[in-house]
């Protein structure tokens, strides 16, 4: 055990003083959520003062009656409901105006005089207030009606108001789906920063095992420590830095979701769910442990990193699917396609996430598929400590796809 965290602490000091790991994997999500906090208080105490303001404003207009001018005549009957105090009668337009800018109303109607064929009613203001401009539109519509209606306030009323329609949806409340634009694109958001957390440490970890491999240090380590320990000390620290950028861009999504604001078109109520940033982090670990591996077997085997495309594209090529089909899955998350990915060991990382974001999963579905990731996670990591072994044989031999399969299965 003390070997094994030697050798992740080694590893985790030479993949820090990597600049592009430390710039995608830690600066550039700190920056991002910087931003993000910065863009988002700006903007709530920009609009707390600008709604602070347009408050104060309509209520000083709110607490002023508003005028009208019939120049149709049609208004002869007050309706008992309606407040005598909040509209004011003027006989002429010119009457109207002086109480306006008296400021003893806070604006006029002015009734068309063809109202009946026309429709036409225009409020006259002495300026715009989004908040306070037509507060009393409701009060002259009414009383337009229940004259219309022969002084019937009960009809006017009902005219006014035809309509009390309630929505009952057959769908199950965990199936809503968020239509800003946050609400969409969140599960597409989740996949990929596990699709990134996945590829990147990989290929740091090829890399690292190429160099050690042609500065000799491989076979320095491997007469003081046994394969178990080189694998699962170099997986586990690499993994640990992956799980760290993880938990830095769902930072990042927290920061954006929670301050954003109207600034970046976020819904009030919308929230990162704990339990989804949770499973996101075993996800990451049972997924990566299963790469994780089987990259360090093509680092322990590839002569340089050129020979190590092909072999890492074919290693890749299930999650690299599972990326490409939930991208379109997205739509139907209870297909049985989906379902499938979510499930299979190799593709579940990346699909189950996105299930979880776009709909609610099973507990069952998600917690199988959790231990299928471990399970597989350990048989790979005991078939890649035979790369190691076999390593000291095969050094100089060209990496194919084949080569690697063959090794890894204990046939080469």
């Known amino acids: 055990m003390q070997k094994t965290l030697m050798i992740m602490a080694a590893e985790i000091r030479t993949s820090l003083r990597r600049k592009s790991f430390v710039i995608i994997?830690?600066?550039?999500?700190?920056?991002?959520g910087l931003i993000a906090l910065g863009i988002g208080l700006a903007s709530r105490n920009a609009m707390e003062d600008t709604l602070a303001a347009a408050t104060a404003a309509a209520a000083v207009a709110a607490s002023r009656p508003a005028g009208y001018?019939?120049?149709?005549?049609?208004?002869?009957?007050?309706?008992?409901?309606?407040?005598a105090d909040q509209l004011i009668r003027y006989d002429d337009e010119a009457a109207a105006q002086a109480a306006l800018h008296a400021n003893t109303i806070a604006g006029?109607?002015?009734?068309?005089?063809d109202y009946?064929?026309?429709?036409?009613?225009?409020?006259?203001?002495?300026?715009?207030?989004?908040?306070?401009?037509?507060?009393?539109?409701?009060?002259?519509?009414?009383?337009?009606?229940?004259?219309?209606?022969?002084?019937?306030?009960?009809?006017?009323?009902a005219v006014q108001q035809p309509l009390e329609v309630r929505t009952t949806s057959l769908a199950p409340a965990a199936a809503a789906t968020d239509e800003s634009w946050i609400g969409e694109m969140f599960p597409l958001f989740m996949v990929l920063i596990l699709y990134m957390a996945l590829i990147m440490p990989g290929g740091i970890l090829i890399n690292a095992l190429i160099d050690e491999k042609k500065n000799r240090v491989m076979e320095v380590l491997m007469t003081s420590v046994s394969a178990a320990q080189?694998?699962?000390g170099k997986v586990a620290a690499l993994g640990l830095l992956g799980l760290l950028m993880t938990a830095l861009w769902l930072g990042v999504l927290w920061a954006i979701s929670s301050f954003g604001g109207s600034a970046l078109a976020i819904p009030a109520g919308f929230s990162l769910p704990i339990s989804l940033l949770l499973w996101a982090l075993i996800y990451f670990l049972g997924g990566y442990a299963i790469y994780g591996a089987q990259f360090a077997g093509i680092g322990a085997l590839a002569p340089d990193v050129n020979q190590t495309k092909s072999v890492t594209w074919i290693v890749m090529m299930p999650i690299i699917i599972a990326y490409m089909f939930m991208a379109t899955s997205f739509s139907n998350p209870t297909g049985p396609f989906t379902v499938f990915l979510s499930l299979f060991p190799l593709t579940s990382s990346v699909a189950m996430i996105g299930r979880m974001a776009a709909t609610e999963v099973p507990l069952w579905q998600a917690v199988l598929a959790a231990v299928l990731q471990f399970v597989t996670a350990y048989f790979i990591i005991r078939l890649t400590a035979r790369l190691f072994r076999a390593q000291h044989l095969l050094t100089g031999q060209p990496l194919t796809p084949k080569v690697f399969y063959k090794t890894l299965l204990g046939r080469a």
Do not use: C, K, W
């Open 230 to 232: 080189m694998v699962t």
């Open 116 to 157: 009946v064929q026309s429709g036409r009613v225009t409020y006259v203001t002495p300026e715009f207030r989004v908040l306070s401009d037509r507060l009393d539109a409701g009060l002259i519509e009414h009383l337009l009606l229940a004259n219309l209606l022969g002084g019937d306030a009960a009809l006017a009323s």
């Open 108 to 113: 006029y109607y002015l009734i068309a005089p």
């Open 25 to 32: 994997a830690i600066v550039a999500p700190v920056v991002m």
């Open 69 to 83: 001018v019939d120049s149709a005549g049609l208004i002869r009957i007050l309706p008992a409901d309606l407040p």
